[in-house]
């Protein structure tokens, strides 16, 4: 079974400036996915970014981008710019690529980063 | 395009009594999954259904069941409600397509909360 492992529980951060939050995960696949959720106050989780292990290229998006080490089976999030609406849960999450297989559609979450961005 | 809806948002419901949470997902979506997430557990995957059919279900105990619709709305029933079924569950659809990630959209969530 996949496990997925974020070790800080909280994170902080000024306005403006750059925060990176880890992830790590236990897995014997060779293919699979990882996205990056965020969850704010409202409860919304919402789609923040998502590598495909068979890539070397790290995904970004906009002011977010990721570090994939699949080796390290590391996938740390970087934030960078901060903004205030940044303030949230962040989830790691696992999917394994297996079109036929059972795990499809079954998302492995980390326990999650609650990231505070200071004014 | 809208997004996932789950109703009702909010539950009490009384220990040993049954609940049935609903969820729509986005026009086209034909795979929903459904999670439970509790302060002490985090989020946990309950199941997925696609195509009417269930093909994945998480570790929970048989009071947990669901069901998807031809319209591809689902359905998760809990029977027998304990106080430790408390919790924020979210449901999420997706667009099956080969080789594609095909992510997860979520909904809301429905708060239940059993006393």
Not at chain 1, 91 to 117: D, E, H, M, P, W
Not at chain 2, 22 to 42: A, K
């Amino acid at each position: 079974a996949q496990t997925v492992t974020q070790s800080q529980p909280e994170m902080s951060v000024q306005e403006a400036e750059t925060v990176t939050l880890s992830c790590t995960y236990d897995t014997s696949e060779s293919d699979y996915y990882l996205f990056w959720y965020k969850q704010p106050p409202s409860r919304q989780m919402i789609l923040v970014i998502r590598q495909e292990a068979y890539k070397q290229q790290n995904a970004t998006e906009n002011r977010f981008s990721v570090n994939f080490q699949k080796a390290a089976k590391s996938f740390s999030l970087k934030i960078s710019d901060s903004q205030l609406g940044d303030a949230a849960m962040y989830f790691c999450a696992y999917r394994s690529f297996n079109a036929g297989g059972t795990s499809y559609g079954k998302l492995t979450f980390g326990q999650g980063t609650i990231l505070t961005v200071h004014p | 395009k809208a997004g996932v809806t789950q109703t009702p948002r909010y539950l009490i419901k009384t220990r040993g009594q049954q609940v049935t949470l609903s969820c729509s997902p986005i026009s086209g979506h034909r795979s929903v999954s459904w999670y439970q997430q509790t302060p002490g557990q985090g989020l946990q995957f309950l199941f997925e259904y696609f195509s009417e059919t269930q093909r994945n279900k998480g570790n929970f105990p048989g009071r947990f069941s669901g069901r998807q619709f031809s319209n591809s709305r689902s359905e998760m029933n809990v029977s027998t409600l304990e106080l430790g079924d408390s919790a924020l569950y979210l449901c999420a659809s997706s667009f099956i397509v080969r080789d594609s990630p095909y992510e997860q959209y979520f909904g809301p969530g429905t708060r239940l909360t059993v006393t």
